[in-house]
């Protein structure tokens, strides 16, 4: 019942300890010539729920990895219960002393439902098969993942796959659990539900130390919020002082959504001519059909806003225009050609490239060899070098880190990457799902400027995006779907209404109101 549960081979002293639950005292974790993290000390008093911030690269998901005992201390030491050392002990010792942990990239047995995945954590401890199976419906009701329980875990969209990894960590019955950006990807009414999966947990007694660009959750969740830059500790507080510290403000949250001003459109009325549009596009997965009868344009370097939950069928649109799902019914035209029956790597010569959400990169090649590679695939003929220093320009990191590999970058550098490879085939269209994923705030308000950037080399861009009103903020148009169909198409600005907004994202008579009317209003000829 995910009590606080004590180890019976835990020594007896350990749980009359009033003390820290987890002190980490002079952690130093380098990688080759990269410190991960310098000299960073830390102590996490029972029941506390610590929110861990701080930019791309500063250390956070390395924190964790040490902690849980996947890497070990380059020096210094890391102590459980004031007593334990734990930072020479293997990742499955530390697991069995009550420490858990949700990745920040899910990575679930993929051909195992949803409820073997959890009975592997449950019986891992040498629990006996009731308690085990106990256990598990528990986790899989608590998580909200009861009906899906069946499901193979690698056909779950991205909130249900952040649930399971969420779920995996609960099924060891932690007493310390480490979440790494289970928020990442969420939509809002997605991440008021984690918050409440997180804050139910908190409530049972476990500790849990929460890395998260999603400011929304630390500030609901967290007691106290650590800053980490260059893995080193740069400030401590509660949310609200965090907030207002002006270095963590020019270091990592930025100027947020009011720093963010809208263009403005300097002829409101021309008429854009059409890039990118289907017809009555529809797309299958066997008898599910997860995209109905869409009507979708895209015009010549314009900003195409697209929304809606989770499931609502974004990527599916996404992944049709690129190729990557056949079109199930229905017609897709680009640049005055029907290419509806195109493959994806021809569709990429044309110039539609697709920024994939989960990244998807060639972990074990260089970052350099990523970019490359898809100079090579994508429409870019003869150019690399002015492609590469435009991306360069966009993400001086990736200059940096050319020669590592792409697996060994963190999850926000890995992000850039990908942004960066979609930019590397010269497309006339790109498509970015979940565009900001992983980012920290100040990164994001550098990729929404970049965003204008881009549009001003004649390129169109397609935004799929969890930020609703980060992407409204720049969009020329926007889509919402709601359930694999188009629940409101228009202006951006209507959308800015949260009302709007949760009807087109809800469904309901209010939402026919609004397709119909943004419709007339805006659409394209
Ligand atoms: N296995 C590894 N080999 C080489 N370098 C690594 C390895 N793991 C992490 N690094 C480097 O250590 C630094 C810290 O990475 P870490 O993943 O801890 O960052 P993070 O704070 O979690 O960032 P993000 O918010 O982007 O997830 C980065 O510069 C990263 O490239
Ligand atoms: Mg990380």
Same mark, same amino acid.
């Given at each position: 019942?995910? /009590?606080?549960?004590?180890?019976?081979?835990?020594?007896?002293?350990?749980?009359?300890?009033?003390?820290?639950?987890?002190? #980490?005292?002079?952690?130093?974790? @380098?990688?080759?010539?990269?410190?991960?993290?310098?000299?960073?000390?830390?102590?996490?008093?029972?029941?506390?729920?610590?929110?861990?911030?701080?930019? +791309?690269?500063?250390?956070?998901?390395?924190?964790?990895?040490?902690?849980?005992?996947?890497?070990?201390?380059?020096?210094?030491?890391?102590?459980?219960?004031?007593? !334990?050392?734990?930072? @020479?002990?293997?990742?499955?010792?530390?697991? @069995?002393?009550?420490?858990?942990?949700?990745?920040?990239?899910?990575?679930?047995?993929?051909?195992?439902?949803?409820?073997? +995945?959890?009975?592997?954590?449950?019986?891992?401890?040498?629990?006996?098969?009731?308690?085990?199976?106990?256990?598990?419906?528990?986790?899989?009701?608590?998580?909200?993942?009861?009906?899906?329980?069946?499901?193979?875990?690698?056909?779950?969209?991205?909130?249900?796959?952040?649930?399971?990894?969420?779920?995996?960590?609960? =099924?060891?019955?932690?007493?310390? #659990?480490?979440?790494?950006?289970? %928020?990442?990807?969420?939509?809002? !009414?997605?991440?008021?539900?984690?918050?409440?999966?997180?804050?139910?947990?908190?409530?049972?007694?476990?500790?849990?130390?929460?890395?998260?660009?999603?400011?929304?959750?630390?500030?609901? #969740?967290?007691?106290?919020?650590?800053?980490?830059? &260059?893995?080193?500790?740069?400030?401590?507080?509660?949310?609200?002082?965090?907030?207002?510290?002006?270095?963590?403000?020019?270091?990592?949250?930025? *100027?947020?959504?009011?720093?963010?001003?809208?263009?403005?459109?300097?002829?409101?009325?021309?008429?854009?001519?059409?890039?990118?549009?289907?017809?009555?596009?529809?797309?299958?997965?066997?008898?599910?059909?997860?995209?109905?009868?869409?009507? &979708?344009?895209?015009?010549?370097?314009?900003?195409?806003?697209?929304?809606? *939950? +989770?499931?609502?069928?974004?990527?599916?649109?996404?992944?049709?225009?690129?190729? $990557?799902?056949?079109?199930?019914?229905?017609?897709?035209?680009?640049?005055? /050609?029907?290419?509806?029956?195109?493959?994806?790597?021809?569709? *990429?010569?044309?110039?539609?490239?697709?920024? !994939?959400?989960?990244?998807?990169?060639?972990?074990?090649?260089?970052? @350099?060899?990523?970019?490359?590679?898809?100079?090579?695939?994508?429409?870019?003929?003869? !150019?690399?070098?002015?492609? #590469?220093?435009?991306?360069?320009?966009?993400?001086?990191?990736?200059?940096?880190?050319?020669?590592?590999?792409?697996?060994?970058?963190?999850?926000?550098?890995?992000?850039?990457?990908? $942004?960066?490879?979609?930019?590397?085939?010269?497309?006339?269209?790109? $498509?970015?799902?979940?565009?900001?994923?992983?980012? %920290?705030?100040?990164?994001?308000?550098?990729?929404?400027?970049?965003?204008?950037?881009?549009?001003?080399?004649? $390129?169109?861009?397609?935004?799929?995006?969890? +930020?609703?009103?980060?992407?409204?903020?720049?969009?020329?148009?926007?889509?919402?779907?709601?359930?694999?169909?188009?629940?409101?198409?228009? =202006?951006?600005?209507?959308?800015?209404?949260?009302?709007?907004?949760? %009807?087109?994202?809800?469904?309901?008579?209010?939402?026919?109101?609004?397709?119909?009317?943004?419709?007339?209003?805006?659409?394209?000829?």
């Amino acid at each position: 019942m995910m /009590a606080v549960g004590v180890d019976p081979q835990m020594p007896a002293s350990t749980t009359l300890d009033k003390g820290a639950t987890l002190s #980490l005292r002079s952690v130093t974790k @380098r990688f080759g010539g990269v410190a991960a993290l310098s000299e960073f000390s830390l102590e996490v008093k029972p029941g506390e729920l610590i929110g861990v911030i701080g930019p +791309n690269g500063a250390g956070k998901s390395t924190l964790l990895s040490l902690i849980n005992g996947a890497q070990r201390p380059t020096s210094g030491e890391l102590v459980l219960d004031g007593t !334990h050392r734990i930072d @020479r002990l293997r990742a499955y010792r530390v697991a @069995r002393l009550g420490v858990a942990r949700a990745h920040q990239i899910p990575r679930p047995f993929a051909r195992m439902t949803v409820r073997e +995945n959890l009975l592997v954590g449950a019986q891992s401890a040498g629990r006996r098969a009731a308690a085990s199976a106990h256990l598990v419906e528990d986790v899989l009701d608590l998580c909200g993942l009861s009906d899906r329980a069946q499901r193979p875990a690698g056909a779950l969209p991205l909130l249900d796959l952040k649930r399971l990894e969420v779920a995996r960590a609960l =099924s060891l019955d932690p007493r310390l #659990l480490l979440l790494d950006e289970v %928020a990442a990807g969420l939509v809002a !009414h997605e991440i008021d539900e984690i918050t409440e999966l997180i804050s139910g947990v908190h409530k049972r007694g476990v500790t849990i130390l929460l890395v998260e660009h999603v400011q929304a959750l630390v500030q609901a #969740l967290a007691e106290r919020v650590v800053v980490i830059d &260059f893995g080193k500790q740069i400030a401590e507080g509660t949310p609200a002082e965090i907030a207002e510290d002006p270095d963590v403000i020019r270091i990592y949250l930025g *100027a947020g959504e009011e720093g963010a001003t809208r263009r403005v459109r300097v002829e409101p009325d021309t008429p854009v001519k059409e890039l990118l549009g289907t017809d009555r596009l529809c797309v299958d997965y066997g008898k599910l059909r997860a995209l109905r009868d869409v009507d &979708f344009k895209v015009g010549e370097s314009e900003v195409v806003a697209v929304l809606g *939950a +989770n499931g609502a069928g974004k990527t599916s649109l996404a992944r049709a225009l690129a190729g $990557i799902v056949p079109a199930g019914d229905g017609k897709i035209s680009f640049a005055g /050609a029907d290419i509806t029956g195109l493959p994806a790597y021809k569709r *990429a010569r044309q110039g539609i490239a697709i920024c !994939h959400e989960g990244r998807r990169l060639f972990t074990g090649m260089k970052v @350099r060899e990523n970019l490359d590679l898809a100079a090579y695939s994508g429409a870019s003929s003869g !150019h690399q070098d002015e492609l #590469l220093a435009r991306v360069y320009q966009l993400f001086p990191l990736l200059e940096q880190r050319a020669a590592s590999l792409a697996g060994e970058l963190s999850g926000g550098q890995q992000q850039m990457v990908a $942004i960066a490879r979609a930019l590397m085939s010269d497309p006339r269209l790109v $498509i970015f799902d979940e565009l900001s994923l992983g980012l %920290a705030p100040a990164v994001i308000d550098q990729i929404y400027v970049a965003i204008e950037e881009i549009r001003s080399w004649g $390129i169109s861009i397609v935004l799929i995006e969890q +930020n609703a009103y980060r992407a409204l903020g720049i969009a020329d148009r926007a889509y919402v779907l709601e359930r694999g169909t188009v629940s409101y198409v228009g =202006s951006p600005e209507a959308l800015e209404d949260p009302a709007a907004l949760r %009807a087109a994202y809800f469904g309901g008579a209010v939402v026919g109101k609004i397709a119909r009317e943004g419709g007339k209003q805006e659409e394209m000829g």
